[in-house]
C-alpha cells in the first residue's frame, strides 16, 4: 500500500468549509484513495473513498487530483462535532486486506 | 442490530497476566482485524484473518495471538511476552472490496 502525508493538525471555523489536503505521490493505478476518522476514543469511522473521479455522499467530497497523487476531503459546513482525527489511506479495493493508518490530520472545529 | 461489538470497554490487568480481548460481528464479513492505538498515534495493525480458521500476522504481532473458529469472532489475546501492553485496542472487520467497520474499543491498562 502506497504511503501517505496529512498535516499534522488544522483549525476551521464552525460553519465554514473544512478542507483536508493528503498526499500520495507514490499511488498505483488501482489503488483507491480512503477516508476516514475517528473522533476521541472511538474507533475510526469511514467517511468517503475514490478511485479517480471526484465522489461526494452525505458526510463529504473528495476531490482527486488528475495525476492521482494528492486528494482534498472536503467537509462543506463544518460543525464541532466534525472535530476529529481525519485518516487518509490508499490502498487496493480487492484483494488488500491491510489498511495503514498513519497519524492522520487533528481538526479542530472552533465556535 | 447489525454491528461489530467489543467487551469490556475498559479492562485493568496486573503485569504477567494473560488477558483476552473480546470481538464480535454480526455482519456477515469474512475478514476481521485487530488494531492497536498510543496516545497520539495512528493505528497499527496486529492480525488479520481473512476467513475461518485462518489468520495472518500485521506489523506488530509479537507478543499477542488470535483465533477464528467462528466467522462472527476474532478474540485477541495480549500475553505477558508483550512488552508494553497498555494500548486502545480496535477490532474491524469488513469484505473483499469494502471499506472496515470499527467497534467501539477496548482500553488495556496493566498495572
Known amino acids: 500500500d502506497a504511503k501517505t502525508t496529512q498535516p499534522t493538525s488544522m483549525d476551521c471555523a464552525e460553519g465554514r468549509a473544512a478542507n483536508l489536503p493528503c498526499n500520495h505521490s507514490t499511488i498505483s493505478g488501482n489503488e483507491y484513495v480512503y477516508w476516514y476518522r475517528q473522533i476521541h476514543s472511538q474507533g475510526p469511522q469511514y467517511i468517503i473513498h475514490?478511485?479517480?473521479n471526484n465522489e461526494t455522499n452525505e458526510m463529504a467530497s473528495l476531490i482527486i487530483t488528475e495525476d492521482r497523487k494528492s486528494s482534498t476531503l472536503i467537509l462543506p459546513h463544518a460543525t464541532l462535532r466534525d472535530t476529529a482525527v481525519y485518516y487518509c489511506i490508499v490502498r487496493v479495493e480487492t484483494g488488500g486486506f491491510k489498511t495503514i493508518f498513519g497519524a492522520g490530520t487533528r481538526l479542530f472545529v472552533k465556535a | 442490530d447489525g454491528g461489530i461489538t467489543q467487551s469490556p470497554k475498559y479492562l485493568f490487568r496486573k503485569e504477567g497476566q494473560n488477558v483476552t480481548l473480546s470481538c464480535e460481528q454480526n455482519?456477515?464479513?469474512?475478514?476481521m482485524y485487530w488494531y492497536r492505538q498510543d496516545p497520539g498515534q495512528g493505528l497499527r495493525l496486529i492480525y488479520y484473518s481473512q476467513i475461518v480458521n485462518d489468520f495472518q500476522k500485521g506489523d506488530i504481532a509479537e507478543g499477542y495471538s488470535v483465533s477464528r473458529e467462528k466467522k462472527e469472532s476474532f478474540p485477541l489475546t495480549v500475553t505477558s511476552a508483550q512488552k508494553n501492553p497498555t494500548a486502545f485496542y480496535l477490532c474491524?472487520?469488513?469484505?473483499?472490496?469494502?471499506?472496515?467497520?470499527f467497534g467501539p474499543g477496548t482500553r488495556l491498562t496493566v498495572l
Open positions: 455482519l456477515n464479513h469474512d475478514a
Open positions: 475514490g478511485l479517480k
Open positions: 474491524a472487520s469488513g469484505t473483499r472490496g469494502n471499506e472496515q467497520f
